[in-house]
């Protein structure tokens, strides 16, 4: 099973940024679609982005669209967001998630999560 | 973008059997997976597919499709079977993913 390791949450000021990080374990991380998948407090999972195996590709949900940037450097089996203009209702853990197999989308296998706050 | 509807809330008698469903237009076209969250807790993959199951996931949890609703069946619920259930798919552009409100399942 792949083991999923996120970094980088804390707290942030409104209108801030923040960069997390997402490192894999195992082989063959370069053929995968990475995602990140966030939660606030007491609400339900919430889509942020994806990244085609070689990150020639990316979506984004429309409520980080313009401010978030998903990228991956497959030489260091990492995934990462780039999170700019902060707002408060960015709070939320962020769990890193890679699909299950390859070339199953959706179905995902989660890291631990990381948590970011914007308050001022 | 499209939405997934779940029920909020459902309850089961400890060793019966409960359905928890999933709701939406891309349903017709991606099958759902399901995940399990604990509290403070990442989710886990329990049911992805027509009906398949990560290793390690009791043989008591299935799933079923049938035309924009998907389901998750528990037979013989047991105690450690409570907590919120997730499903998600793609959405019907086929770009983005879309998750549902989630389900809480209280094991009475």
């Known amino acids: 099973d792949v083991q999923l390791a996120e970094s980088g949450g804390g707290l942030a000021q409104p209108g801030g940024s923040l960069r997390l990080s997402c490192t894999a374990s195992?082989?063959?991380?370069?053929?995968?679609?990475m995602y990140w998948v966030r939660q606030a407090p007491g609400k339900g999972l919430e889509w942020v982005s994806v990244?085609?195996?070689?990150?020639?590709?990316?979506y984004y949900a429309d409520s980080v669209k313009g401010r978030f940037t998903i990228t991956r450097d497959n030489a260091k089996n990492s995934v990462y967001l780039q999170m700019n203009s902060l707002r408060p209702e960015d709070t939320a853990v962020y769990y890193c998630?890679?699909?299950?197999?390859?070339?199953?989308?959706?179905?995902?296998?989660w890291g631990q999560g990381t948590q970011v706050t914007v308050s001022s | 973008s499209s939405e997934l509807t779940q029920d909020p809330v459902v309850s089961v008698a400890l060793g019966q059997t409960v359905r928890i469903t999933c709701q939406g237009d891309?349903?017709?076209?991606?099958?759902a997976s399901w995940y399990q969250q604990k509290p403070g807790r990442a989710p886990l993959l329990v049911m992805y597919?027509?009906?398949s199951r990560p290793s390690g996931i009791p043989d008591r949890f299935s799933g079923s499709s049938s035309g924009n609703t998907a389901s998750l069946t528990i037979t013989g619920t047991q105690a450690e079977d409570e907590g919120d259930y997730y499903c998600?798919?793609?959405?019907?552009?086929?770009?983005?993913?879309?998750f549902g409100g989630g389900t809480r399942l209280t094991v009475l």
């Open positions: 998600n798919s793609r959405d019907t552009s086929g770009d983005h993913v879309v």
């Open positions: 998630a890679r699909e299950y197999y390859y070339g199953s989308g959706s179905y995902l296998s």
């Open positions: 597919g027509k009906n």
């Open positions: 891309s349903l017709r076209t991606y099958y």
């Open positions: 990244i085609n195996f070689s990150g020639s590709t990316m």
């Open positions: 195992g082989s063959s991380f370069s053929s995968y679609e």
